[in-house]
């Protein structure tokens, strides 16, 4: 079955910079769209960003765009999150995600499988 484990949380100063990565296992790794999604204590779980399976597309939430930075190496079956300019509101657990289908979606519904999550904290 998939499996998807995420890695690279911690706790950061504002300002400061993280790279999430989701190591995916359990299928063709190359054929389908990755995302990355959050949740914030007492919050529904937001979307973050998405990428292609090719990574040529790429979708971001308007809160993240110009400061987050979604990509993949298929030959690693890894996609990340690269995250700089982190402001406190990005605190949440963050989760990677996929689903059957090859191009960026922003649904939660629409993913199928999902990590365990890794929390990010950032301090102000």
């Known amino acids: 079955q998939v499996q998807l484990v995420e890695s690279g949380g911690g706790l950061v100063q504002a300002g400061g910079s993280l790279r999430l990565s989701c190591a995916a296992s359990g299928r063709t790794f190359s054929s389908y769209a990755m995302g990355w999604f959050r949740q914030a204590p007492g919050k529904e779980r937001e979307f973050v960003a998405a990428?292609?399976?090719?990574?040529?597309?790429?979708s971001y939430a308007e809160s993240v765009k110009g400061r987050f930075t979604i990509s993949r190496d298929n030959a690693k079956t890894t996609v990340y999150l690269q995250m700089n300019s982190l402001k406190p509101e990005d605190t949440a657990v963050y989760y990677c995600?996929?689903?059957?289908?090859?191009?960026?979606?922003?649904?939660?519904?629409?993913?199928?499988?999902w990590g365990q999550g890794t929390q990010v904290t950032v301090s102000s």
């Open positions: 990428i292609s399976w090719s990574g040529r597309l790429t």
């Open positions: 995600a996929t689903g059957d289908f090859s191009i960026p979606r922003t649904a939660s519904k629409e993913y199928d499988y």
